[in-house]
């Protein structure tokens, strides 16, 4: 009433079939086309990544060759042969089936290189740790002990930087160059240091026990003069301690101990040396006066008792002589006021007469006679004899003019100065 | 459930009733008129049945503007066509065209209650039997003797539109199968065509295939 069934078209059926199998053979026809250019697309796209490929691994070849070369070892020229026909291979194959197969060979090239990068990386390693060591032996030559003493901070960071240095080595050679460069010149720095100063503190060390030595012997020369002169030697006790404490810091290497005491002990010897030579003076003096005694006493009556001769540490001096009736005799030199030398007498008789406590003059007037000769003498001898004054007072007494123990020598007697 | 013989439908038909309606060709015609365009669907065929709830899902569902029945003759299924019509309404208030080889006054006086019914659901109805000798170039009708009913006011509109042919949709299907749908302006249409382009039926060339 209003539509149609559906219908097949039959008559422009066989045309359309016709059609359809044209554009069917041109579809099958474009589909190949296209097939081949995507297959030659492909291919290209394989040549050029399998090339690429080659070309990296050319490229690591090369840069493993020129490691081996610097390592002293010889590269893989076998490979880079195979990798170099590959790579021609692969520019002319037809498929990429060929591409493939010549391509498997940049991945056997490549791992060929492993066996060469092993043992560059063993060679590295040695000679790094080669390195190491030689740096280290180079620290080793002087003592940790003196090292440390002369630079703890630096033998600190030497043994810290070989250590690193050391790692490195072991574990990736290729870095530890700068490691162990670092390490051999703090170590040529640290070296240099403990050098310097150990040679200084060597110097210091000398020099301290050189002045020592000079004080030492200067001491030892006053000792030998005082005991020659038989006069003690002042403050030898003190300087003798002091002396005692430098010798022990020169033994222990200790220079500035020895510096900073040796100011003050020269002027401690100086001054005993000094002081030595006032008493020698003075000793040898008294010498010669009491030789002018000596030789004055016969012309008084008296025979000088050469064995009573004494001489005590303050250097006093001491004799006694007799007189042909029995009467003795005693003089005494000792130090008077500003370093003269006083020169002190007494007689029995003069004991006996102020023990009764009569002649008093006389008596002082019998060793004033013998006073005045003796002066008279000495002033031939060259001294001048002071005037005679009357002490009772004074403790110091000459040796007692005879046998009696515990006598004591006193008033009247006379004394010069 | 009820059914209605089913000879072909379609979703989107602008050439049988106002705007795009889905198209209902019905199964079995006891009119038969002379020269009529689609003969295949006048035999009483109940192999295709369809549900009425399921065919009016499809109609509400696709439907842009209206239904139209046509086939066949809808009223020798006016109990079927009415309540498909009705469960259409329930869903959507589509416009309904139908088409019929009796006059609306014979209906009207002799009809059935079924086609009462059918009638009462119509907007519009093109009535009376193809006479191919009064065959003419009409707005969705085939022959000068079919009339037009506005039955509602629904498409008042319309009554003035100009009368002249709706035109042929023709379709060629992705199978390469061709149909066309309209009221051909010109009799011996359907033979024409058949021959100058060589169609046959597919049913037919589907025989000949397996032959």
């Not at chain 1, 539509?3 to 099958?28: L, M």
């Not at chain 2, 295709?48 to 009223?75: K, Q």
């Not at chain 2, 009554?159 to 061709?178: C, F, K, N, Y």
Request: hydrophobic content about 40%; charged content about 30%.
């Amino acid at each position: 009433m209003s539509g149609s069934p559906k219908y097949h078209t039959v008559s422009s059926g066989e045309i359309r079939r016709r059609q359809a199998e044209e554009a069917r053979r041109r579809r099958e026809e474009q589909r190949r086309e296209k097939e081949r250019q995507r297959q030659a697309a492909a291919l290209e796209r394989a040549r050029e990544a399998a090339l690429a490929r080659a070309d990296e691994v050319a490229r690591r070849v090369a840069a493993v060759r020129q490691e081996a070369s610097r390592a002293g070892l010889a590269g893989d020229h076998v490979a880079e042969n195979r990798l170099e026909r590959a790579r021609e291979e692969i520019r002319s194959a037809a498929d990429r089936a060929a591409v493939g197969a010549a391509a498997t060979v940049a991945e056997q090239v490549e791992r060929s290189l492993v066996d060469l990068r092993q043992r560059i990386d063993a060679h590295q390693r040695e000679q790094a740790q080669a390195r190491v060591e030689a740096v280290a032996a180079q620290l080793a030559e002087l003592p940790a002990g003196v090292r440390e003493r002369y630079d703890r901070g630096g033998a600190e960071e030497c043994d810290e930087l070989i250590a690193t240095a050391r790692r490195y080595a072991g574990k990736a050679p290729a870095k530890s160059d700068v490691r162990v460069e670092t390490a051999a010149q703090a170590v040529r720095e640290h070296l240099d240091r403990v050098l310097a100063r150990r040679a200084e503190d060597v110097a210091r060390t000398t020099a301290a026990r050189e002045a020592a030595e000079e004080v030492y012997h200067r001491f030892a020369e006053l000792r030998a003069d005082a005991e020659q002169a038989r006069v003690p030697l002042p403050d030898e006790d003190g300087i003798n301690a002091r002396l005692r404490d430098v010798v022990t810091a020169v033994q222990q290497g200790d220079a500035a101990r020895v510096l900073g005491a040796l100011p003050e002990l020269t002027r401690l010897v100086d001054r005993a040396e000094a002081a030595l030579d006032g008493h020698i003076d003075r000793v040898i003096e008294r010498r010669e006066l009491l030789n002018s005694i000596i030789s004055a006493l016969p012309e008084a009556g008296f025979t000088v008792d050469r064995e009573s001769f004494t001489q005590r540490e303050d250097g006093a001096m001491a004799l006694r002589a007799g007189s042909a009736d029995g009467q003795q005799f005693a003089v005494l030199l000792r130090d008077g006021a500003d370093n003269a030398t006083e020169v002190l007498y007494t007689t029995d008789t003069m004991q006996e007469a102020a023990v009764t406590g009569d002649g008093k003059a006389g008596e002082c007037g019998s060793l004033l006679s013998v006073i005045d000769r003796i002066g008279e003498q000495t002033r031939r001898q060259g001294f001048e004899p002071g005037t005679v004054r009357w002490d009772d007072d004074d403790d110091d007494q000459p040796p007692p003019a005879h046998s009696v123990p515990n006598a004591r020598p006193a008033t009247p007697r006379g004394t010069t100065r | 459930m009820t059914l209605l013989d089913v000879a072909e439908t379609h979703p989107a038909c602008t050439v049988l009733g106002p705007g795009s309606r889905y198209v209902v060709w019905v199964q079995g015609c006891g009119i038969g008129c002379a020269g009529c365009v689609s003969p295949q669907w006048i035999p009483v065929d109940h192999s295709r049945a369809r549900d009425v709830a399921g065919l009016a899902d499809d109609i509400a569902g696709r439907a842009a503007d209206g239904l139209t029945i046509s086939g066949g003759e809808p009223f020798a299924q006016a109990d079927a066509v009415a309540a498909l019509i009705a469960a259409v309404r329930e869903r959507r208030d589509l416009s309904v065209m139908s088409y019929t080889g009796y006059t609306l006054e014979h209906l009207r006086a002799h009809g059935s209650p079924g086609q009462h019914r059918l009638l009462g659901s119509l907007d519009l109805l093109v009535d009376g039997p193809y006479l191919a000798h009064r065959q003419a170039a009409l707005r969705w009708r085939g022959s000068a003797n079919q009339r037009l009913h506005f039955l509602t006011g629904r498409h008042a509109g319309l009554r003035d539109a100009p009368d002249h042919s709706a035109g042929l949709q023709i379709e060629v299907a992705a199978d390469e199968t061709v149909r066309w749908l309209g009221v051909p302006a010109v009799a011996g249409f359907r033979q024409w065509i058949e021959d100058r382009l060589g169609l046959v039926p597919s049913d037919t060339f589907q025989r000949e295939q397996n032959r």
